[in-house]
């Protein structure tokens, strides 16, 4: 599914992110990068590396994640979005499209928001 694609995994608990890996390696990601600050995930933008695909945690309200995700989405990076908050689930109304996982993330709910996101983005 994601045929050596880079991912860049924004998550702020590295077990969790960790899980992410091994599913991403299981749909043939090709190298997966760990940011745990919205900070760190645009330093690994910066260095001008080709990402396919990024999974952001998110919360409610506002935050720096969510100028982070219109930012992929306006790059054509396919954005899955998690997050433990249950009143996200049906996902972001500034940011209909976008796949949405609650935590603790089923792995089957993670695939299928991945094939979503990869099928919205040409």
Do not use: Y
Request: avoid cysteine; hydrophobic fraction near 50%; proline fraction near 6%.
């Amino acid at each position: 599914m994601l045929n050596g694609k880079t991912v860049l995994v924004i998550e702020e608990e590295f077990l969790i992110a960790l899980d992410i890996q091994r599913v991403l390696e299981t749909l043939g990601a090709g190298q997966t990068l760990f940011a745990r600050t919205v900070q760190e995930a645009d330093a690994i933008a910066a260095q001008g590396t080709d990402i396919g695909l990024a999974i952001v945690e998110v919360r409610a309200g506002p935050a720096p994640s969510l100028e982070l995700t219109h930012a992929l989405v306006k790059s054509k990076v396919a954005v899955v979005l998690s997050t433990a908050d249950v009143s996200l689930r049906r996902g972001l109304p500034q940011l209909p499209d976008i796949p949405v996982v609650l935590k603790p993330m089923a792995e089957d709910d993670l695939v299928a928001a991945i094939g979503l996101a990869l099928a919205a983005r040409p």
